[in-house]
Every structure is written in C-alpha cells, then in structure tokens.
C-alpha cells in the first residue's frame, strides 16, 4: 500500500512533532507526502501550514516566528527568510515588510492552513476535516503515572511494516534474541483478539528472559519471567502496548507511527510507568527500550516498505497463523478503504495507465 496515494489518511490526527521541537521558531515536517511547517502562533498553540510561501515559493520553515511589532521571537506569526511575507496561523499573509503600513493586502495572498492541536506533548495534524478523535491516553493525566517521551525518529520504513511488527509474537526469538527474545522457544503463545469499530484489543501472557540488569525493569528478579500483554490497535496507524509485570510494574508504549511518505515514516513513542525514578531511572528505561528500538527498526528497515494489504492480492507475500494481528489490521484497513471508496494502490499497479502519458508528453 502507498499510503501517500490513499487520500483516506489525510482525514486523520497525526502525531507529528513533540512540542518542545517548536520552541525555537518553525520547524519542517513531510506528513504523507505533503510538506508543512510547524511553528507556535501567538497564543502558545501549535499552527501547521503548507511548506510554501505564494510569493516566490521558499519554504516557509527556513523562516522564523515574529510578534506584533515584526520583532523575531520564537513564537507568533511566521515570517518567510527569502522577503519577509509574514503568515498569521489560518495561512493569510497578514504583512508584507515592502508595503505601507496602510496598504492593504489581498486577502489571495495565502498559503493552505492545515488542522493543527496539542495533545499528549505532541502537535498533531491533520491534513482534511477529521473523521476520528485522537486516541485517547489516560495515562498522560494520570498521577500514579509518569510520562517518559521515549522515541522520535525517522524510520525507512511504512506505517503498516512497524504496526504488524508490535503485534507480532513470533519475532521475538529471532530480531530480539539478544534481548529480551527466548530463542528455545520459538513457537509464539496464543493471542486472544476481541475486534471493535477502532481496530482490535489483543490480550497474551508471553515468557521474557529477565538478567540482573532487567530487574529494576520488570520488578521481578527470577531469570526468565512473564509479559502480561494487553495491547491494543487504533485505526489507522497507531497502537497501545500495556505490558504488566508480576511485580505489579506497568510498562505502557503508545506508540504513532506517523506516514511521512510512500517509503519513511516517524516513530513518535510515549512511555508510561506506574514506579518511580527512584525504582528504575527514565534513562534506564530509554535505553532498554531503545535496544529493543533498534533490533525492530534494523530487520523493518529491510522489508518493502510497500506492505500487502489486500489480501485477495495472490502471491505477494505469504502468511503463518501467528501473523492474524497483521491481518486483521489489514481487514479493518481494507474495511476503511472501502467505506471511502478507495481501493489498495500499491506500487506498480497504475505502470500501464501512467507510462504512455508519460511518453505521450
Ligand atoms: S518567497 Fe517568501 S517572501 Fe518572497
Ligand atoms: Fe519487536
């Protein structure tokens, strides 16, 4: 599926930059396909814009933020660096440097505002008029709960590669194998999957190898313990991973894998623990999840970004039980697509219909 040529996406909320990214003036990001700026207006909320000045078309985020006097600062309204047009947060030039202070500017001096909140520490976008909430996580105001902001990070990879990889139980003894993976037991333990309109709530208990090193981790000092997961999958590409300890400790990674374009995407990653700094530093935390990180991101990277997602599609790539998560996440998408009158574009498939106007030009 090339995600950047189903417009259905575009009517989402997607996690697309941490806050604390923005402090300093704009910054650019690519969100399936389409190039935006991000920058913080002058009430303190994140504002995205398309990445093009209407004047001679420099990208806005080589800008910076101005107040009301046209003072730089790192918030306010976004001036672009090639001559000075200022955007306020809806798209408007709302000043030109060279004009009279009086002059009036045409109101078709515009660049396209995109829907933009802050939610979670993140900015999120979306690209047209949303047709689903932002998943909701409860966490982030709980107070038995910290919050650590564990990952963002460009991946080579699709959306739907990493979201079947988190549901997926039969990597661990291979990618993770120096991990936390028990490489004797290759077979995967049973997942029980209850589907609902937002995707699927997945439910297994799976044994862990759990070293000296692993126990401020997992509460636990016995050298192999147990996962208890509860995770949980959110059309279209985000997810829930609620591993609890028999210790009692919960480790929850919320996880969105934002569509930059047809082959990256960003790994926006939450995590939230019910102990203390005191009990296992945030430090420790990153960096024991951030082995995991890379043992995924390495294989991923190596996968066709363009993943199979209608199935009725023979031949493409082949399937085990263990890979039901991946399928239904693959029916619910096909269910969305078919509910806007979209069906899988994947690569190659228009080549006959695109080549001879190509040569024709
Ligand atoms: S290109 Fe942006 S002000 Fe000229
Ligand atoms: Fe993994």
Known sequence: MLVTRQPVFRKFWHAVMPLTELANGPKPFRLLGEDIVLFIDADGQPAALRDRCCHRTARLSKGWCVDGEGQACGTGAIQCGYHGWTYDRSGQVIRIPQYEADRRISPEYRTTAYRCTARYGYAW???????????????????????????????????????????????????????????????PSKYELVENDSGFYAETIIDATNPVKFHAISGVTDPITTRHMRNAYFLPFSRRLDIEYPSGVRHIIINCFTPIDDGRMQLCQWLFRNDTEADCTAQMLIDFDEVITREDKDILESTDPDALVDTRRRGVEYSMESDRPGMLIRKHLMQLLAKHGEAEVYRGMDENAVIPIAKAA
């Open 125 to 187: 976008v979306a690209l047209e008029e949303p047709i689903a909430d932002i998943p909701s996580i409860p966490e982030f105001d709980d107070l038995g709960y910290r919050t650590i902001f564990q990952f963002y990070e460009e991946w080579q990879t699709s959306p739907m590669r990493a979201l079947e990889n988190s549901f997926d139980n039969s990597h661990f003894s291979f990618v993770h194998r120096a991990t936390f993976g028990v490489a004797a037991s290759p077979k």
